[in-house]
């Protein structure tokens, strides 16, 4: 009888909350969003926004002109955080990068030079990809890190002019070269003199985030910053 009782309770459970967690896959319960509370808790983090020099500023060393960067978690094979990127950018679970984005956005607060940033400017997509996908992935983190820094996102200071290969299986250097003159900026005089934060997902060479970064630098005065959800230190 109570092997029958749990059986109809699991039943209904899948019905009024039919969705998984999008890290473990285990069944979400009441109050809980896209992440249950055992991997929220267990997430993680690389804490770098407390260390002016950490893994991810050294990793950009002599790449581009950056102040400081950090990166909300560590990116660790076949892990959570993997399968959550994963749902992100190729499962059309859009809702993950906003919830990841807020939590991230919770920490940065707390910590400068990122609470002072003027504008948060996620990495854009070329149209292309756009449309196919449906949203810019680095869009939604940022729209969930505005949220809880109540900086606003430029989606109009960078755009993407090229649409590349995916990086996915290039080596470092055909990353490099994959990225070179992508990027372009808007040069409208309200983006002059003001404290630019990039948001990406997962930092790996760092190619895209340099390139960004150099065509940010072109515009007088700016200071550029960086906030990845996740860092993989290959």
Request: aromatic letters at 10%; proline letters at 3%; one cysteine or more.
């Amino acid at each position: 009888m109570l092997e029958k009782l749990q059986q109809y309770s699991t039943a209904f459970g899948n019905i009024v909350f039919p969705n998984g967690c999008f890290m473990c896959d285990r069944n979400l319960i009441k109050g809980e969003g896209v992440i249950c509370t055992y991997c929220k808790i267990s997430l993680p983090k690389t804490h770098f926004q407390i260390i002016e020099e950490n893994a991810v500023i050294k990793h950009l060393w002599g790449k581009a002109n950056i102040v400081a960067a950090t990166a909300f978690l560590h990116f660790i094979k076949g892990s959570g955080v993997q399968e959550a990127i994963h749902q992100l950018k190729y499962k059309g679970k859009k809702q993950v990068g906003v919830v990841l984005g807020e939590w991230f956005g919770y920490d940065l607060i707390q910590s400068e030079p990122y609470a002072s940033a003027d504008f948060l400017v996620p990495v854009p997509l070329h149209s292309a990809r756009f449309h196919s996908r449906g949203y810019n992935q680095s869009e939604m983190i940022a729209n969930g890190m505005s949220k809880a820094m109540n900086i606003p996102v430029e989606k109009s200071l960078l755009q993407r002019g090229v649409e590349t290969q995916t990086q996915t299986r290039k080596h470092r250097y055909e990353r490099f070269e994959n990225m070179k003159d992508v990027f372009l900026h808007n040069d409208d005089e309200k983006f002059h003199n003001k404290k630019y934060l990039i948001i990406d997902d997962v930092l790996t060479t760092g190619s895209t985030i340099a390139a960004c970064a150099e065509v940010l630098n072109l515009l007088p005065g700016a200071k550029v910053m960086v906030a990845t959800l996740a860092f993989a230190n290959k």
